[in-house]
């Protein structure tokens, strides 16, 4: 007994057993602790990856396929996959997107812009696919090319176009958008936009006349397929399509056998300034007599789309347009 007294009141002994004990059960203490709250935390992380991957999952579903315009102010660097020469200055240029699923994503109505360095210049021009959201994989656009030394009122040609027809296959370009005013929503309902800002104001016609010039005519091929490929949709077509020559008219084939198919649906009518001996069509710039001839009269359930060179737009269109009688608030310049 003695000697255990002893023992115990031998600080240099039992203080080193004691902190030693101390020390041993905390750690075995923290390290239970710290093992439980690892698993809770493995056990989280576990549940919000299968949450967040059932959310991405719910809202691919709900958003349908892959869109490659995403955000209209974001570039997106598209490679060229395939140039067709369509006629001695036109060409098909298709595009790939990032994925074979992906479609392009480009509403109705809405156009592009493509922008590049030419000549240590950044150049920006606007355009319209031919291709629709029906093609996943690519977008296709149909361009004709302004060479050098061919116009002597443009003797450096089209900067934009030029460029375009010498891209090598892999080569990628800058595509921008969904950008414009208008928007055709089906079933002859348009959003329009006075101002680029400014809330759409959304409108109901039967009735749609449409004036191109030149490659005008990629925003009304655009729309014009909408509503063909649609049974449900009724919207009534008319086009009138002005040229130079009869060889200047882009997609006149595609044109002719939608109108040769659509007979109830849409009519075409073209005018160019230089005719030949067999040319069936009209000659000269547009005019009063060629819209009252070919399109439909003014009413409160006909828009009339327009788009082409400025001066035509201005000068031929607009003041014919307002001659015969159509309301402003339903005459639109792309």
Not at 12 to 27: D, E, M, Q, S, W
Request: aromatic share 8%; hydrophobic share 35%.
């Amino acid at each position: 007994m003695l000697s255990i007294l002893s023992l115990i009141m031998n600080s240099k002994l039992v203080f080193p057993l004691i902190t030693g004990a101390i020390t041993i059960l905390v750690t075995v203490l923290l390290y239970k602790v710290f093992k439980a709250k690892q698993v809770h935390r493995e056990d989280e992380e576990e549940e919000e990856e299968h949450t967040e991957q059932q959310q991405a999952e719910k809202r691919e579903k709900q958003s349908g396929p892959l869109k490659t315009l995403v955000d209209p102010n974001e570039k997106y660097l598209l490679p060229l996959i395939e140039k067709e020469e369509i006629s001695h200055d036109t060409r098909k240029f298709r595009f790939g997107l990032p994925s074979p699923d992906h479609i392009f994503g480009l509403p109705i109505g809405q156009h592009i812009h493509l922008s590049a360095t030419i000549g240590n210049e950044l150049t920006i021009r606007s355009y319209t696919p031919v291709s629709s959201d029906d093609d996943k994989g690519f977008v296709d656009l149909v361009v004709k090319v302004y060479h050098r030394n061919v116009n002597p009122k443009f003797p450096e040609g089209g900067k934009m176009t030029q460029y375009l027809d010498e891209m090598k296959i892999g080569d990628t370009i800058a595509f921008r958008g969904p950008s414009g005013k208008l928007q055709y929503l089906g079933n002859g309902k348009f959003a329009i936009k006075k101002l680029r800002k400014d809330p759409p104001h959304v409108i109901n016609v039967k009735k749609v006349n449409m004036i191109a010039g030149g490659s005008g005519i990629t925003p009304m091929l655009q729309l014009i397929t909408e509503v063909l490929k649609k049974p449900e949709d009724n919207t009534q077509l008319a086009l009138l399509y002005a040229n130079q020559t009869e060889t200047d008219i882009l997609l006149r084939d595609d044109i002719d056998v939608l109108a040769a198919k659509h007979q109830e649906n849409f009519k075409v009518w073209y005018t160019v300034d230089r005719a030949s001996s067999t040319w069936k069509f009209d000659t000269g710039f547009v005019n009063d007599t060629m819209i009252q001839n070919n399109l439909f009269a003014p009413s409160e359930d006909t828009l009339t789309l327009m788009c082409g060179p400025p001066p035509m737009v201005n000068f031929a269109c607009l003041p014919n347009l307002d001659k015969l009688g159509y309301d402003k608030e339903l005459n639109f310049a792309y």
